[in-house]
């Protein structure tokens, strides 16, 4: 799909499109949004999505449009779903419709690919074992693309509603060998007493790790003054550094990670001269840790009721990255169409862009030259449009501090540390 810009450059197979008239929610659309989709994004997509909608359907027959453009090695596709894998989705169709399944090859133009998926595909109808399918993590890209056909087609589809992911920490304790105890010594409940605690204990040691990694992180003022912890107090025109926030700086929006760095930073800064950097609320009382309040609403992040932008470390993209002019105007109107509604920045040749709320002239700017990376003015994120991702680098400094003195006069505060640094 690559946001409605891949052949046949139309929006009609975007997420929300879902049918109209009595057909409506009967249309499931899964876009990619980036190339090189394996198996583990395909396979996602069938647990997730495909299968649970297509039981709930329950059909009579099932007709496969078998076409094997994204497989392996296809030349137009440039996709690398392996041909095991399409065994594997052909095998979790076959028990609908009581196994009334149709395949009619389609696309395709890579002779061995085709041969070789077919094979697995009709080995599959035949229940023939199949070979093992090796899985590694799905991309950002592409959990993205799923969520948001959740959030859509679950208006439609029970079976849709009632997904919910377990937490990614472990919640359960570990096995443990059991010593022999006297059972009449025990009280009731003592047991179920004993393994709460136990998981307690797991959890607030995981809490304290991550306060510990929090105290690390340090923030580096253009006078030289440093924050080494949250309750470390300086008041030399420092910045106030409060953790629970997500890394915005200078009043720049608020969005999590998007100015000042790092996303995973642990403090706001207001740039009032004479305050004091303290991690205390003014009860005295400990303001809870981003991490903490991530893990506290975990499951209204996954399900789409809230939502952080979590950007990536590392691009292949940042070479690119071109010394950055001696002026750039935040208020410059878009190259293309004139508006000044919301605008980017190349940070490859400086040319100012509209945004993909408004006319999408980033992003056709940056597929159309492969200038991948570019800058937000208004809240000096950064976007890669070949990782489909958020970067933050240290690479990408001066040209955030450039912005950010246009904005608000001042330099935007230095938030990596030296492991972070490239070499």
Known sequence: YDNGSFFPHSKAGNYDVIGTGPGIGFNVNIPWNRRKMGDAEYIA???QVVLPIAYQFNPELVLISAGFDACVGDPLGHYNVSPEAYGLFTHWLSPLANGRLILALEGGYNVNSISYAMTMCTKALLNDPLPSV????????????IKNVLKVQRNYWCNLVFQVALPKENVLPEAVVSIPVDEGALSPGTEQKIAFERLETEKCGKVEDLEVKMKNLRVEHKDGDKCKDSEQSCSSGAAKVQPGS?????????SSGTAGGSGASSGSCSGAAGSSCSGEQAGG????TLQEYFAENFQALNDGEMFAVIPIKDCPHLELVADVPEQIDIKSPCAECGSVEENWVCLICYTVHCARSVNEHAMFHGVALEH???LSFTDLSVWCYGCEAYIDNPRLYP?????????????????????????
């Not at 090796?134 to 693309?145: D, E, G, H, R």
């Not at 915005?248 to 929006?253: D, E, F, L, R, V």
């Open 45 to 47: 997509a069938f647990q």
């Open 134 to 145: 090796t899985v590694s993590v799905p991309c950002s890209s592409a959990i993205s693309s």
């Open 246 to 254: 997500a890394g915005t700086a200078g009043g720049s929006g608020g």
């Open 285 to 288: 009382s400990k303001k809870q």
């Open 372 to 374: 991948p990376l570019t």
């Open 399 to 423: 040209a955030r501090n450039k912005i950010h003195q246009a904005k608000f006069n001042q330099e935007l505060p230095w938030t990596y540390n030296e492991f972070e640094l490239a070499p």
